[in-house]
């Protein structure tokens, strides 16, 4: 749906189903920026055990925020950055699920303290800077088995 505002508009888009099943993008394209609400954390981990969301879809809600001719996006919390942050939170969710699918091959326990290790450790390199990556990590390790109990486990690309 595109709003005109006198000589502005701005379009409302739904990028599908990711951190909810009711996530509005609002783009405004003169200035060439995009309200992501929710699903796009800035420098930080998606929230807790990632309640009420659909994994699979997120990765490709967050595609479509790439594709988008933008410089710059604000989410429902932090400051506005690069567009550059819906690639950083797609490889993250990838490197998680690739870090828990690891940890599993070795023969380490879904969701055990010894799984969170190895995740851990596998990404504290690239994401240990980020927000609540102390406190979020474990709850996102479970988030990503209860996403998988519900709808299925998918491959990452």
């Known amino acids: ?7 502005k508009s701005v ?33 930080g981990l998606p929230f807790r055990t990632l309640g009420d969301n659909y994994i699979a879809e997120w990765l490709d809600s967050l595609r ?5 001719n933008i410089d710059t996006i604000v989410a429902g919390h932090g400051n506005p950055g690069p567009k550059a942050y819906a690639t ?11 870090a828990i699918n690891d940890a599993e091959r070795r023969g380490l326990a879904p969701q055990s303290a010894t799984m969170t290790a190895s995740v ?7 994401y240990g800077g980020w927000g609540d990556f102390g406190p979020y990590l474990p709850e996102n390790i479970k988030g990503i088995y209860d996403n998988w109990q519900q709808f299925g486990r998918f491959s990452v690309n």
Do not use: K, W
């Open 1 to 7: 749906m595109t709003l005109r505002l006198g000589r």
């Open 11 to 43: 379009e409302l888009l739904f990028a599908g189903r990711n951190h909810s099943d009711n996530s509005i993008v609002l783009h405004y394209p003169a200035r060439r920026i995009a309200f992501v609400v929710d699903f796009v954390p800035i420098n």
């Open 64 to 68: 479509q925020i790439e594709a988008m």
């Open 88 to 98: 950083q939170v797609r490889e993250y969710f990838q490197d998680l699920i690739r």
């Open 120 to 126: 851990r450790a596998a990404l504290c390199p690239r």
